[in-house]
């Protein structure tokens, strides 16, 4: 399932990046890396503050729905 659907709070396992290779990239270069550990910490009004390898990054909906848990 996507990033944006999971629930706040809850670590979830990152499975696959989806997208065109540039959006991969950029994910990736973000620390978006399937095996790694994502925990959704807020939401606001589809923008998602997320905590991936001990950093809080901000996200918008469409970025969080190519990253697959």
Not at 15 to 30: M, N, Q
């Amino acid at each position: 399932m996507p990033l944006s659907m999971v629930n706040m709070g809850e670590k979830n396992t990152i499975k696959h990046i989806g997208g065109k290779e540039e959006t991969r990239k950029f994910l990736e270069s973000l620390g978006f890396v399937a095996g790694g550990i994502v925990t959704v910490i807020s939401e606001t009004k589809g923008n998602m503050i997320v905590n991936i390898k001990d950093s809080r990054i901000a996200i918008g909906r469409d970025m969080a729905n190519k990253i697959m848990v």
